[in-house]
């Protein structure tokens, strides 16, 4: 059964940092990984979508990695600004499941101080 | 472009009411699918519904709930007879017919709250 762990579970950064967060699942037959960002009281925003095939995708300051044999996905996040606060999801296809079937994080709540 | 539109954004319901949450996917998009978010824990895949089919709802719970995605019309996710643990946020989101990569695009969320 497929499960999605997000390290770490909340993270403080002053601005201007760069960071990581790290997601890691248990079954490596996944065909894509996507990284959402959760606003509070908000929808799902897609970020970035990392097809299997690839090693990483890349969006303005947003650079997303995927290493499947290990389990692993980072987001990384360039010169963080007060607006990137918000809980960051990352999700798989659920193994055997149908289209759409995500498996989801518990998410990293990132919060950047100005 | 409209993204996924849901509504209504919030519904108070009594216990025992029913509640219907709808969802309009967004142009060019005939695949639907509902996600639970229950306070403090992760989204729970639902349904997944194509026009007029129910395609994998493994998810869903056995009683209470219902969904459908008619020829005309949003998709509808009812609960019937609402119980305080149906509190959530309800999330909709769709992909597209053609050339699908498999990304979902989500709605801003129905947020049930049951007295």
């Known amino acids: 059964k497929q499960e999605v762990t997000q390290i770490p579970a909340a993270l403080s950064v002053p601005e201007g940092e760069n960071l990581v967060l790290n997601c890691s699942f248990t079954?490596?037959?996944?065909?894509?990984l996507q990284w959402f960002r959760q606003d509070p009281g908000k929808g799902l925003t897609s970020l970035l979508l990392?097809?299997?095939?690839?090693r990483e995708q890349t969006s303005g300051r947003l650079n997303a990695s995927l290493d499947k044999s290990s389990g692993r996905s980072t987001l990384y996040i360039a010169a963080s600004q007060p607006g990137d606060s918000a809980t960051y999801l990352c999700?798989?296809?659920?193994?055997?499941?149908?289209?759409?079937?995500?498996?989801f994080g518990k998410g990293t709540k990132l919060s950047v101080k100005p | 472009n409209a993204g996924v539109m849901q509504n209504p954004r919030h519904l108070v319901r009594r216990r025992g009411q029913e509640a219907r949450l709808r969802c309009s996917p967004m142009?060019?998009?005939?695949?639907v699918y509902w996600y639970r978010q229950l306070p403090e824990e992760g989204l729970k895949f639902m349904v997944y519904?194509?026009?007029?089919?129910?395609?994998?709802e493994s998810g869903m719970p056995k009683e209470r709930f219902s969904a459908e995605f008619p020829k005309e019309g949003p998709s509808i996710l009812r609960i019937q007879q609402v119980v305080r643990g149906d509190s959530a946020a309800y999330f909709c989101?769709?992909?597209?017919?053609?050339?699908?990569?498999?990304?979902?695009?989500f709605g801003e969320g129905s947020r049930l709250t049951v007295l």
């Open positions: 989101a769709s992909s597209p017919n053609i050339g699908d990569t498999g990304e979902l695009f």
């Open positions: 079954d490596s037959a996944i065909y894509n």
């Open positions: 990392i097809q299997s095939s690839q």
């Open positions: 999700a798989v296809p659920a193994h055997g499941g149908s289209q759409g079937n995500l498996i």
């Open positions: 142009k060019g998009h005939s695949h």
């Open positions: 519904l194509q026009k007029e089919n129910i395609i994998d």
